[in-house]
């Protein structure tokens, strides 16, 4: 939820990338987890995204990107 954080503004573009491995624990259920992002992001956001194995981010401000495995960037 850090970058929610930093989200400036009523609208923009949310790019949601979430680990395969996630969709596969959660089976049915990862749709609440997307459900429950967008509630967090004002009603102007659209949203867009897919499903990778692993996710090369920061985990800080400015910080290196490093692998992030089973998560949702």
């Known amino acids: ?9 009523d609208s923009g573009v949310a790019l949601l990338i979430s680990c395969v491995g996630r969709k ?18 004002a ?4 949203c867009m995204g897919f499903y990778s194995y692993g996710e090369l981010a920061p985990d800080d401000h400015g910080g290196p990107c490093l692998l992030h495995n089973q998560t949702m960037t």
């Open 43 to 46: 009603s102007g956001f659209k």
């Open 24 to 41: 596969l624990v959660l089976g049915p259920r990862v749709e609440e987890e997307i459900e429950a992002l967008i509630t967090k992001l």
């Open 1 to 9: 939820m850090k970058s929610l954080e930093s989200a400036h503004g």
